[in-house]
Nanobody
Framework: QVQLVESGGGLVQPGGSLRLSCAAS????????MGWYRQAPGKQRELVEN???????NYGDSVKGRFTISRDNAKNTVYLQMNRLKPEDTAVYYC???????????????WGQGTQVTVSS
């Protein structure tokens, strides 16, 4: 069993910044990929940015140059620093992690409950 707990969402003005955190706990041998997706009203869920255990990242074009993901492997925690926020960034942000629970165990996909980010004047 693995749990992901997000924090840091809230209301921010356009151009502002916000930092999201996601901490994983439970039966964790290794987290391969960890990161963030978001879902805005009327839209499908999309990748924001993720990071693997070696530090390589993937990101959506809409956040390039504005969002930065980082990871603390010792804490099983991932952060998303969001700068120059735009109204179109408004969404529920979900933490996601691919977790291996044992040496030879399968990798399972876990999701947090989501945290609301609202960018508005």
């Amino acid at each position: 069993q693995v749990q992901l707990v997000e924090s840091g969402g809230g209301l921010v003005q356009p151009g502002g910044s916000l930092r999201l955190s996601c901490a994983a706990s439970g039966s964790i041998f290794r987290i391969n990929v960890m990161g963030w997706y978001r879902q805005a009203p009327g839209k499908q869920r999309e990748l924001v940015e993720n990071i693997n255990s070696g530090g390589s990242t993937n990101y959506g074009d809409s956040v390039k140059g504005r969002f930065t993901i980082s990871r603390d492997n010792a804490k099983n925690t991932v952060y998303l620093q969001m700068n120059r926020l735009k109204p179109e960034d408004t969404a529920v942000y979900y933490c996601n992690a691919d977790v291996r629970s044992s040496w030879f165990g399968a990798v399972n996909d876990y999701w947090g409950q989501g945290t609301q980010v609202t960018v508005s004047s």
